[in-house]
């Protein structure tokens, strides 16, 4: 995990690396279409740190920096959320908003917890069934994991296969990877996830890996 001081020379960097950015082979009429899946809200306050904080928050805050970053870019990609404020989006609606938006990708953000309060460390999970979309999905899953590895300091737990709703709605339709950017549940994870310079030193290194996958 790296220090406050590490994120904010890591975070300007990839500032300066990300404006200079861009995206020969897609003009303007035909930007990858992304949709960010902040998990939770309203009710359902997801995981409750050991700090107080809340799952829902955490991975909203992200989101809605993502989208701030997106659009200081050069040539920014068609980035949405399932959902911009506190509400409870039901996983259906969810899903059914990247199919109506025709999405090339949907990514499902979270926090993790455990009783075991060393657990730690990032974890990627992608649908368990076979269909047209898995391999990218695959490709996403693992890059994502090797660059949080190696640009945020987070412990990998490796890539996953689950039956998670979210991912199984859009199987025929588009990749859709969901990540667990650390556990609620440890207080340096938990210290660092609730702050605002680290969610946005996230959410630049979200948007920078994006950009390299849609690239190849």
């Known amino acids: 995990m790296y220090t406050l001081n590490q994120i904010i020379v890591l975070l300007l960097c990839l500032v300066f690396f990300n404006l200079s950015y861009t995206q020969n082979e897609k003009d303007q009429e035909n930007k990858t279409t992304v949709v960010i899946d902040p998990g939770h809200g309203g009710l359902d306050s997801g995981a409750i740190g050991v700090n107080g904080v809340y799952e829902k928050d955490i991975v909203l805050n992200i989101a809605m920096e993502i989208i701030r970053l997106n659009n200081i870019m050069e040539n920014p990609m068609e980035i949405y959320l399932t959902r911009y404020s506190d509400t409870l989006i039901s996983i259906r609606n969810r899903t059914e908003l990247a199919k109506k938006l025709k999405a090339d990708v949907l990514l499902s953000i979270h926090c993790n917890a455990s009783r075991n309060p060393k ?97 190849k």
């Open 119 to 215: 657990a730690e460390g990032a974890e990627i999970y992608i649908w368990d069934g076979e269909s047209d979309f898995s391999r990218a999905s695959i490709l996403l899953a693992y890059h994502l994991q090797r660059v949080f590895s190696k640009k945020i300091g987070l412990k990998s737990r490796g890539v996953k296969f689950a039956n998670f709703q979210v991912l199984r709605g859009l199987y025929e339709f588009c990749p859709a990877v969901l990540v667990e950017l650390g556990f609620l549940s440890h207080f340096d994870e938990a210290t660092f996830l609730a702050d605002k310079k680290y969610s946005s030193y996230i959410a630049l290194v979200i948007i920078e890996i994006l950009w390299k996958y849609f690239e």
